[in-house]
């Protein structure tokens, strides 16, 4: 059991994923000082809010 939230997360997703993408998603993560998966979750929530505009 981890930490207590508001906000579980308890679905996992897994995918193929290429190269280049997985070099610069460990940059992303590295610069940003968030995990891969934070980084991962704010590029949907970015895009979504780009399809409402």
């Known amino acids: 059991m981890g930490r207590p939230t ?3 997360k ?3 997703i897994k995918f193929r994923i ?3 993408t ?7 993560s590295k610069k940003l000082n968030i995990s891969k ?3 991962l979750r ?3 929530h970015r895009i ?4 409402k505009k």
């Open 37 to 39: 998966s934070e980084v």
């Open 18 to 20: 290429d190269e280049e």
């Open 48 to 51: 979504h809010g780009d399809l």
């Open 10 to 12: 308890a679905t996992t």
């Open 22 to 28: 997985i070099q610069k998603l460990d940059e992303c």
């Open 42 to 44: 704010n590029g949907v």
């Open 6 to 8: 508001d906000n579980p």
